[in-house]
């Protein structure tokens, strides 16, 4: 079994984050996998996101606010 650190991107709404997350592979399984305590923290980001609480989101990870590029 081995650990290796990822960053995940979220996007919801017009924002998006980026959450550091452990990915774990093995030999016996399909993988790699998210630990259930990083599934959990993925669901309250992106649920801070929907309802627009970007301090809470802040706390999970780096967040941005998406703005549409506009062609000259």
Same mark, same amino acid.
């Given at each position: 079994m081995t650990n290796r650190?990822?960053?995940k991107l979220v996007h919801? +709404?017009?924002y998006a984050a980026e959450v550091e997350v452990t990915l774990t592979d093995t030999d016996k399984s399909w +993988?790699?996998?998210l630990s259930l305590s990083d599934v959990e923290r993925i669901d309250?980001?992106?649920q801070a996101l929907r309802n627009g609480d970007v301090k809470t989101a802040e706390t999970f990870g780096r967040v941005y606010r998406l703005v549409p590029?506009?062609?000259a």
């Amino acid at each position: 079994m081995t650990n290796r650190k990822h960053v995940k991107l979220v996007h919801e +709404g017009g924002y998006a984050a980026e959450v550091e997350v452990t990915l774990t592979d093995t030999d016996k399984s399909w +993988g790699p996998y998210l630990s259930l305590s990083d599934v959990e923290r993925i669901d309250a980001l992106r649920q801070a996101l929907r309802n627009g609480d970007v301090k809470t989101a802040e706390t999970f990870g780096r967040v941005y606010r998406l703005v549409p590029v506009s062609a000259a």
